[in-house]
């Protein structure tokens, strides 16, 4: 223990102070500078009937959670209007046929803050939704939000605390929805075959993920 001590003392003494790093809140506002009135007046408490219609022309959001094992972002996707909105404080987002991991859904049932990033194939902004969820598994509800005749898993009630949009500046430096060729990355069999020193035959995998997709999107 006191040798334990004394190493950390040494390490103190030597180690010079990283004088490049924000550890308070006061640099960090004088670094980026005042928040412009817009931004401020374009957050507000519920479902705003300009921010309704955003939501449902999307098919894609980005689900954040957070759990005792640290934090977790999934995609979510459906046609336009992927969340039904129940009223101007409530969304429903069904969860659909997946890897089964429900990573997020532990996430949920320890804490249930989440967070929603929609984003609109072509838009530059997204919009962004914070409150909490709870899972259910509603009868009603599930065939309420049947796809191809195939009701969700469940449904994550979510009540919303804080909606606005977010400026198309991020879109715009990333061009992500440019036209250009696609990337050229690892296909899914690929990563696999390389995390498993080859266990996962890459190959057959991609050969086979398409059909598979198909099979069981909903």
């Given at each position: 223990?006191?040798?334990?001590?004394?190493?950390?003392?040494?390490?103190?003494?030597?180690?010079?102070?990283?004088?490049?790093?924000?550890?308070d809140l006061a640099s960090?506002?004088?670094?980026?500078?005042?928040?412009?009135?817009?931004?401020?007046?374009?957050?507000?408490?519920?479902?705003?009937?300009?921010?309704?219609?955003?939501?449902?022309?999307?098919?894609?959001?980005?689900?954040?959670?957070?759990?005792?094992?640290?934090?977790?972002?999934?995609?979510?996707?459906?046609?336009?209007?992927?969340?039904?909105?129940?009223?101007?404080?409530?969304?429903?987002?069904?969860?659909?046929?997946?890897?089964?991991?429900?990573?997020?859904?532990?996430?949920?049932?320890?804490?249930?803050?989440?967070?929603?990033?929609?984003?609109?194939?072509?838009?530059?902004?997204?919009?962004?939704?914070?409150?909490?969820?709870?899972?259910?598994?509603?009868?009603?509800?599930?065939?309420?939000?049947?796809?191809?005749?195939?009701?969700?898993?469940?449904?994550?009630?979510?009540?919303?605390?804080?909606?606005?949009?977010?400026?198309?500046?991020?879109?715009?430096?990333?061009?992500?929805?440019?036209?250009?060729?696609?990337?050229?990355?690892?296909?899914?069999?690929?990563?696999?075959?390389?995390?498993?020193?080859?266990?996962?035959?890459?190959?057959?995998?991609?050969?086979?993920?398409?059909?598979?997709?198909?099979?069981?999107?909903?």
């Open positions: 223990q006191a040798a334990r001590h004394g190493l950390k003392a040494v390490l103190t003494m030597t180690m010079p102070a990283d004088t490049h790093t924000i550890t960090l506002q004088a670094l980026f500078g005042p928040v412009g009135e817009a931004s401020l007046r374009k957050e507000v408490s519920h479902l705003h009937p300009v921010y309704q219609r955003w939501i449902a022309a999307s098919p894609f959001a980005v689900l954040a959670t957070v759990g005792p094992d640290g934090l977790d972002t999934s995609p979510r996707g459906d046609p336009p209007g992927l969340v039904t909105i129940q009223d101007e404080h409530t969304l429903l987002l069904p969860e659909r046929a997946g890897n089964n991991r429900i990573d997020g859904l532990k996430n949920i049932l320890h804490d249930p803050r989440v967070a929603l990033l929609f984003m609109v194939p072509g838009v530059g902004e997204t919009l962004r939704v914070n409150g909490r969820a709870r899972i259910s598994v509603a009868p009603e509800l599930l065939q309420r939000l049947a796809m191809d005749g195939k009701p969700p898993k469940c449904v994550l009630v979510i009540t919303v605390e804080t909606v606005f949009f977010q400026c198309a500046r991020a879109i715009k430096r990333g061009s992500l929805w440019s036209s250009g060729p696609p990337a050229e990355v690892p296909t899914a069999g690929a990563m696999l075959a390389a995390l498993t020193q080859d266990g996962i035959d890459g190959a057959a995998y991609d050969q086979a993920l398409p059909e598979r997709q198909r099979a069981t999107l909903y």
